[in-house]
């Protein structure tokens, strides 16, 4: 069960703590999930398909 877990969820690179989904768009599919200290932001953005991932240094 932790193994499976551990391939659906995403940590924080820094903290290692699970990525929190606050702001979600559902009309435009996007997914904004964030490190609950804000050391990390990773989004899903379906119409160019990709993950955008920012870290703090970038988000300050």
Not at 21 to 31: D, L, M, P
Request: hydrophobic letters at 30%.
């Amino acid at each position: 069960m932790t193994l499976l877990r551990k391939l659906l969820h995403d940590y924080c690179p820094s903290c290692k703590q699970p990525l929190i989904t606050k702001k979600s768009n559902v009309f435009s599919a996007e997914v904004i999930k964030t490190c609950p200290k804000g050391h990390y932001k990773k989004e899903f953005h379906p119409a160019i398909e990709t993950y955008i991932e920012t870290t703090k240094s970038e988000i300050s």
